[in-house]
């Protein structure tokens, strides 16, 4: 038995890669009668056959993080990446992503690319506001090839998803840190400013510099139906989790509570306005969602 991580996965072949080569396998019967499906980035023990390197999925060892969307096991860090410009922007977005990594207790990383085109300090404002939360943030620019290097090191070690909108430089990335990726990059089509969804199978991608990548997106879906309560949601905000507990009621929810230190450090100027505003917009939803129970 050797072990290995599941870096892909086509029509019920598991490719195994292990320190003696990647193996075709399949799983045993025993997990089918179980209902269990091995996932990409299951760590497993396989029986091998050094003969013609096929195998037999014989163990999958328990999973540090399991995302759904795409299906993947023992993911251990989110890049996102927004642009400064063409797609502009969106906070709100960012915001999101945040939160949705935040539940899934992943490392984050906030890639701010597409710097060259830069001329409002928009970088720099999210770099002195995010980093103050105590996120790693990094100005990139695949055309000037800035901060390339630094996102190498950022995946060394790591098991890392990329999630963004459209168009904001994803592939083009992985393509600057591995060239030998030749990932598919989309010209945004000038009518919708909107990029083409280029990347598609799920593949998990061993890099030259050490880590793994995901070739997919993470997060596809940006719904928050995975929260069950209101008071759930300030976990994933950290600047708002760092001051929640020194709120009157443990129960405070930062809205329009008596002797609330979240609004209070609002006012200071300590939890940026556009946060706090996603914050009250994303518990309006929740609170939607969960009316229906
Ligand atoms: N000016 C500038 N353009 C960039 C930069 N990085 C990527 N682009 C361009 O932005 C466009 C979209 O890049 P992609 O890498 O396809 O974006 P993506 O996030 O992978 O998009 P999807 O595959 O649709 O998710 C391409 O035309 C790239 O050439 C950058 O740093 N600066
Ligand atoms: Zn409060």
């Not at 939160?99 to 690319?113: C, P």
Request: hydrophobic share 35%.
């Amino acid at each position: 038995m050797v072990e290995g991580i599941i870096v892909k996965g086509i029509g019920g072949f598991y490719y195994v890669k292990t320190d003696t080569g990647i193996y075709e396998c399949r799983a045993r019967g025993v997990f089918r009668e179980n209902k269990i499906t091995p996932l990409i980035g299951d760590r497993v023990k396989i029986r091998e056959n050094n003969l013609d390197m096929t195998g037999y999925v014989e163990e999958i060892m328990e999973r540090e993080t399991e995302l759904i969307r795409p299906p993947v096991a023992n993911v251990t860090q989110a890049v996102i990446v927004m642009s400064v410009k063409s797609p502009s922007l969106n906070l709100w977005l960012l915001d999101r992503f945040l939160v949705l990594a935040e539940e899934q207790k992943l490392n984050v990383v906030i890639v701010i690319n597409k710097i060259d085109l830069d001329n409002n300090s928009i970088g720099k404002n999210i770099y002195e506001n995010y980093s103050n939360m105590g996120y790693k943030v990094i100005l990139s620019s695949c055309t000037l090839n800035k901060e390339i290097d630094t996102l190498k090191e950022v995946l060394k070690d790591e098991v890392t998803v990329f999630a963004g909108p459209s168009g904001v430089g994803k592939s083009s990335i992985l393509n600057r840190i591995q060239p030998n990726l030749k990932l598919k990059t989309g010209e945004i089509s000038e009518k919708t400013k909107r990029g083409k969804h280029t990347t598609r199978h799920v593949e998990l991608i061993e890099l030259d510099a050490g880590g793994y990548v995901l070739d997919t997106p993470g997060f596809s879906s940006l719904k928050l139906d995975f929260i069950e309560t209101e008071g759930e949601l300030q976990q994933y905000f950290k600047d708002i989790r760092k001051y929640s507990g020194h709120c009157k009621f443990n129960s405070c929810l930062h809205v329009k509570e008596p002797d609330c230190e979240v609004k209070k450090q609002l006012e200071l100027g300590n939890i940026s306005k556009e946060r706090y505003n996603n914050y009250l917009n994303f518990l309006d939803e929740i609170k939607r969602n969960t009316r229906r129970y």
